[in-house]
């Protein structure tokens, strides 16, 4: 009987195929070889799938400025894929950008983002030249300009809340009113933002940043025969699973999906 390979679907990269032996492959690797070498979990990255990735974002967006979340994953292998396909890095830490730094990653197209940024980190990206700022609340304007070499003007974008309700779990939802982070438009702190910004020569409004929530996915129905033990694949992985690279949430944890009605698994 000839034996069957069958291309993988679903959260699966574009490249794992599922063996007649019962082994998957991804890239062309084996997946059993994989855990038996290195133990599970194990993280696959399948840079093949990462390019493809970058480029169909590029080709739907010719005329956009595509960055690629650092805090989903990052390593150098994964910064210099990025910086290859030509699309940006928004980074959130002094950790991130030290890595994008380390391979060579074109300043201008790296954005640096985050939540109570330190002094060294704003400094950091001052002295490294990144190409925008993103300034989370009024106090970090005065901040950021003071640090600015005479005669230089530093980009900025300021974060402000959308009052949009996104994200699969109410933690995860960033864009809402009463959320901490950003500057709020319905109080007015960010037209005040924007009066302080023009108000500062070292500084130069370049735009606005919004987020409206994280891992926006649709409800899925899980087979009827699934029981307790059983393995289920979850397509994200990111800022607040072991994959985390920066000095935000240093705490390694696993992903805990919560199907509706399934209480205690």
């Known amino acids: 009987m000839p034996s069957v390979t069958v291309t993988a679907r679903g959260p699966w990269s574009a490249t794992t195929r599922f063996e007649a032996d019962g082994d998957a492959t991804a890239g062309g690797v084996s997946l059993v ?74 300043a201008d197209r790296i954005i640096f ?14 002295a490294a030249g990144v190409g925008r700022i993103v300034v989370d609340n009024l106090a970090e304007i005065n901040r950021l300009a003071a640090l600015i070499p005479a005669g230089r003007r530093q980009k900025v974008l300021l974060r402000v809340i959308p009052d949009i309700e996104g994200g699969a779990h109410e933690a995860t939802r960033t864009g809402g009113e009463d959320q901490k982070f950003g500057l709020s438009v319905a109080t007015g702190a960010a037209g005040q933002a924007v009066t302080r910004v023009l108000g500062q020569p070292s500084l130069k409004l370049a735009g606005l940043h919004c987020e409206a929530g994280d891992t926006i996915a649709e409800d899925v129905e899980l087979p009827a025969d699934i029981r307790p033990g059983d393995v289920i694949v979850v397509a994200a992985t990111g800022a607040y699973h072991h994959s985390m690279a920066s000095t935000y949430n240093m705490t390694a944890r696993p992903s805990s999906p919560s199907p509706a009605g399934r209480q205690g698994w």
């Open 33 to 106: 070889e994989i855990s038996t070498r290195f133990g599970t979990p194990a993280y696959v990255l399948d840079e093949t799938d990462v390019r493809e990735r970058c480029r169909a974002y590029r080709a739907a967006l010719p005329d956009a400025e595509i960055a690629y979340a650092a805090k989903a994953f990052l390593c150098r292998a994964m910064a210099g894929w990025v910086r290859e396909e030509g699309l940006g890095l928004d980074v959130c830490s002094g950790g991130e950008l030290t890595f994008a730094c380390s391979i060579g990653f074109p």
């Open 113 to 126: 983002h985050g939540n109570a940024k330190t002094p060294q980190e704003l400094r950091g990206a001052v």
